[in-house]
């Protein structure tokens, strides 16, 4: 078995989200067990605040900085415009005329808004959701106003003050309409590619947590208690800290290089019970191992492979995950053999098509997961935008398979 162990850099340990807490440790006492566990909270809630640029648990705004949001966004706008100048006008030369009218006034707001939604968004989205509303919905209003003011003598027939601002406040108006009406369709999009709470953490224990993984792990520590006391305890450290990542919030943020983390330590699990069956070869030189991805991403899908590709077989097959950054893109690839003997248990066959929508609700078009089968090898390549943590986390950790 070949496995590349990917150190990582180390700073100030205030913040870990992957170091499991040995049981041989003394644990401090008192006031200074409470002034740890006050500062470790702390720290979580600080790196959770840093990673999930989400931000709020519900944000409504749209993701303006992905460009095929936008799309979705200024298409069906245009497209708007053209029915209303089409309606409003009786011939070409007037259609023409009120096209423009209406352009002149629409697009400045339009995209500047757009442009400030996406510079603003990992900050506003952590406001109370009303007060996400207003901003959403005042900003287009404002730019709006602002526009209409200054070219109203140009487009408009009316003089006088209060012409102007009749004229500028119909458009003000019109303006607020057709922001609440983006931003709630986009709402509902989201939801409908977001299960409810109940139906995710009924996923979460179908896709991520099945039960005769944590039975077997269990049964493989028993048979190691007494020959290797060693290994059982870093086999429970580990599974502890696969099951810490399992409970928590899917929608936050993690460098990859924490997920990388996490994947060894699943598959040194899966090595004690499946033995010289399974063989891991990691290719992560080249990984961006700062790239944001959503927590639990790159797990189930190597979950899958050992599922499908390696238990079904009786001989050794070998599993291959390699990590690289083509431009401004992470990709991920997962080879694994195709069994010839189905696996006798009920698979997994949620786990691609979950993986699939938490890309679309994340990325829109902008992620990718791909699969293909050749010459009995079962290929699949997940790719995402790279996004840089902004600042490196505080603690790194170097995880050996083998201790």
Known sequence: MVVANYKLSESNPAVS??????????LPSGSAAAGAASQLAAGEEAAQKRR??????????????NPYVLIRILLP??????????TASSGWPGFIQRLLDIVIVMEAP??????????????????????????GIGLPMTLTGVVAAGVHPFVA???????????????????????????????????????????????ALQARIRPHFLFNSLNTVLGLM?????????????????????????????????????????????QLRLGERLRVRWKIDQMPG?????????????????????????????????????????????????????????GNQMALSNVRERLMLLYDMEGRLETSEQDGQFRLWLEIPYRQEKRRRDVRRNFDPHR
């Open 17 to 26: 989200d992957t170091v499991g807490v040995s049981p041989a440790l003394p």
């Open 52 to 65: 999930n640029v989400d931000g709020a648990k519900g944000p409504i705004l749209p993701d303006c900085c």
């Open 77 to 86: 706008l245009h497209a708007l415009a053209l029915v209303a100048a089409f």
């Open 110 to 135: 339009l995209l500047g808004a757009c442009v400030l939604v996406c510079a603003a968004s990992k900050r506003v989205n952590g406001w109370p959701q009303l007060w996400q509303w207003m901003f």
């Open 157 to 203: 027939n009316q003089e006088g003050d209060a012409a102007l601002l009749y004229w500028t406040f119909g458009r003000m108006l019109m303006a607020g309409v057709v922001a609440a009406l983006v931003i709630e369709v986009m709402r509902l999009r989201t939801r409908a590619f977001s299960p409810s709470i109940s139906e995710a953490r009924l996923q």
């Open 226 to 270: 007494r020959s290797d006391p060693r290994r059982a305890e870093q086999t429970l450290e580990n599974l502890a800290d696969l099951f810490r990542v399992f409970m928590k919030d899917t929608r936050s943020l993690v460098p990859l290089d924490e997920e990388v983390v996490l994947c060894q330590q699943y598959l040194a699990i899966e």
């Open 290 to 346: 700062d790239a944001l991805l959503p927590s639990l991403l790159l797990q189930p899908l190597i979950e899958n492979a050992v599922h499908h590709g390696i238990e079904p077989r009786t001989e050794p097959g070998e599993i291959e995950i390699t990590c690289t950054r083509p431009g401004d893109r992470v990709r991920v690839e997962v080879v694994n053999p195709v069994a010839t003997q189905p696996n006798p248990r009920a």
